[in-house]
């Protein structure tokens, strides 16, 4: 019985650790947004959101829509949303929607294909 707890807090403690890193991109990302610095908070957010944050993949998101510290790209921003939709982000199906307005059916399937194509090497 002692074997299964000791193996309980391990595999725990195994969970925790990996997704520390993820979290703390994130917080750090935040931090760097709310006082004006978005070269940092999208470094973070990236790094973040490389390793399946998706409140960080929701944020990119909203950085490529509003164009804060990059580009407007509502396909990039489009990508970023289906991403973070597709792990039951429920606001990032709202943000898609409303970028998919600006975009035509093509530049649609190329967002699409940008998102199957990163989660392909996600995994």
Sequence with gaps: MLKKHILVLICAAAIISVSL??????EEGNVAYKRGDF?????????????????????????????????????????????????????????RNTCASQLTLAEIAEARSLA????????
């Design 116 to 123: 199957e194509e990163w989660k392909s090497k996600a995994k």
């Design 39 to 95: 070269a940092t908070a999208f470094k973070e957010f990236a790094r973040s959101a490389d390793q399946g944050n998706v409140d960080a993949q929701f944020t990119l998101g909203v950085m490529y829509a509003s164009g804060d510290g990059v580009d407007k790209d509502y396909k990039l921003a489009y990508m970023w949303f289906d991403l973070a939709a597709a792990k039951g982000k429920h606001k990032a199906v709202q943000y």
């Design 21 to 26: 890193p993820a979290i703390a991109g994130f």
